[in-house]
C-alpha cells in the first residue's frame, strides 16, 4: 500500500508563498495521478490541482494563476507551489495519489495534512 507524507505547511501573511511537498512510499506499483486537496474548518475537503504521469494538470477555480503543481516521478514527489496566499486559503492541506496495486486493483492513498495558516 502507497503511504503519503506532506511536508511545507506553515503559518504566512496574505500575498506570501509556501510550498508544499509529498512523498509517495511503500509498495509502489503504478500511481497515475497526484494531487492535493484541502479542509477549512467546518467544511468539506476540497479538490485543488492534480497531475497526471504525463503531466496533464487541472486547477480548481478557486486557486488557477495562484497555485502551480509539479511533480518527480523519479522520486514520487509532489509539490505544490501556493503564490498570493489568501485568509481563505487556509485549510488542512492533503495530498492524495490514484493508482494500481500489483494485482490491478485501484489503490488510492491519502496523507496525513499538513496545516497552512493565512494571516490577514
Known amino acids: 500500500q502507497v503511504q503519503l507524507v506532506e511536508s511545507g505547511g506553515g503559518l504566512v501573511q496574505a500575498g506570501g508563498s509556501l510550498r508544499l511537498s509529498c512523498v509517495a512510499s511503500g509498495s509502489i506499483f503504478i500511481i497515475n495521478d497526484m494531487g492535493w486537496y484541502r479542509q477549512a474548518p467546518g467544511k468539506q475537503r476540497e479538490f485543488v490541482a492534480t497531475i497526471s504521469t504525463g503531466g496533464g494538470i487541472s486547477y480548481s477555480e478557486s486557486v488557477k494563476g495562484r497555485f502551480a503543481i509539479s511533480r518527480d516521478n523519479a522520486k514520487n514527489t509532489v509539490y505544490l507551489q501556493m503564490n498570493s496566499l489568501k485568509p481563505e486559503d487556509t485549510a488542512v492541506y492533503y495530498c492524495?495519489?490514484?493508482?494500481?496495486?500489483?494485482?490491478?486493483?485501484?489503490?488510492?492513498?491519502w496523507g496525513q495534512g499538513t496545516q497552512v495558516t493565512v494571516s490577514s
Open positions: 492524495n495519489s490514484v493508482g494500481l496495486k500489483s494485482d490491478y486493483t485501484p489503490d488510492r492513498a
